[in-house]
C-alpha cells in the first residue's frame, strides 16, 4: 500500500498523560499536514511542513502540541498533558509541491484519540 | 469565524437522483475550491477541485459549479448511487492544493434504493 498510514488508528488515554502519534506520508512527497476533526465537523488544519521545516501553524495549536519531521520523511505529534476537549480524529495529508505546481492532498485514515 | 459554509448538513435522495450541496466562502483570496468525500473510519478522498477561472467542471457524475461574483460553489452527483452515500466536504485553499486547506462542516448524504 502506497498511501499515506498512520499509527495507532485508535488511541485512549487519561487526562493528564501525553500521546504521540506517527504519519507516513507517500514516499515522494514532500508536504506534510496535521489536521484534527471532531465529530460533525470538518477538518481544521493545525500545522504542515515542507520537508523537514514546519512553515505553518494554526492559533489552533496550543503550546502543548508539538510536531517535528526530523528527516524529512515521516512527521509524528505529539500532545502533552492531555485534555478532555483533545478527543478528536486526528488526520495526516501529505501532497507533492513541485516546480511551483500544488497538487493535491491525499488524507491518511486518522488516529482517533479518546481522552477519559 | 467561519471562512466556508456549507447547507445542507444532510441530504437523502433516492438512487438515481441529483443530489446538490452548495458551499459559500468569504476569503476572496481563496483560488482552489475541492470537494472531499469521506466514508466512515475513513480519511477525506479528494473527489474534484475546481480552480476560479471556470465556471463548471465535471468529471465523471461529479460537477463543481462555480459562481465566482457570489463566493459560492456547488456540488451535483449525477444518477446517484446508494454507493455514494458518504460525508461530502468542500473546502477552499490559497496558492492550489498543496497549501492549508479551510473546510465545510459537511454535509452527510444518504442515496436510498
Known amino acids: 500500500d502506497t498511501g499515506v498510514s498512520q499509527d495507532p488508528r485508535h488511541k485512549i488515554t487519561k487526562r493528564g498523560q501525553n500521546v504521540t502519534f506517527r504519519c507516513d506520508p507517500i514516499?515522494?512527497?514532500?508536504?506534510l499536514y496535521w489536521y484534527r476533526q471532531t465529530l460533525g465537523q470538518g477538518p481544521e488544519f493545525l500545522t504542515y511542513f515542507q520537508n523537514e521545516a514546519q512553515l505553518e501553524k494554526s492559533r489552533l495549536l496550543s503550546d502543548r502540541f508539538s510536531a517535528e519531521r526530523p528527516k524529512g520523511s515521516f512527521s509524528t505529534l505529539e500532545i502533552q498533558r492531555t485534555e478532555q476537549g483533545d478527543s478528536a480524529m486526528y488526520l495526516c495529508?501529505?501532497?507533492?509541491?513541485?516546480?511551483?505546481?500544488?497538487?493535491?492532498?491525499?488524507f491518511g485514515p486518522g488516529t482517533r484519540l479518546t481522552v477519559l | 469565524q467561519q471562512q466556508v459554509k456549507q447547507s445542507p448538513q444532510s441530504l437523502i435522495v433516492q438512487k438515481g437522483g441529483i443530489p446538490i450541496i452548495n458551499c459559500a466562502y468569504e476569503?476572496?483570496?481563496?483560488?482552489?475550491f475541492p470537494w472531499y468525500q469521506q466514508f466512515p473510519g475513513k480519511g477525506p478522498a479528494l473527489l474534484i477541485a475546481?480552480?476560479?477561472?471556470?465556471s463548471e467542471k465535471k468529471e465523471g457524475r461529479f460537477t463543481i459549479s462555480f459562481n465566482k461574483s457570489a463566493k459560492q460553489f456547488s456540488l451535483h452527483i449525477m444518477d446517484s448511487q446508494p454507493g455514494d452515500s458518504a460525508t461530502y466536504f468542500c473546502a477552499a485553499s490559497m496558492g492550489g492544493g498543496g497549501n492549508k486547506l479551510t473546510f465545510g462542516t459537511g454535509t452527510q448524504l444518504k442515496v436510498e434504493l
Open positions: 514516499s515522494e512527497h514532500n508536504r
Open positions: 475546481i480552480r476560479p477561472d471556470v
Open positions: 476569503n476572496t483570496a481563496f483560488d482552489y
Open positions: 495529508a501529505s501532497s507533492l509541491e513541485a516546480g511551483g505546481q500544488s497538487n493535491e492532498q491525499f
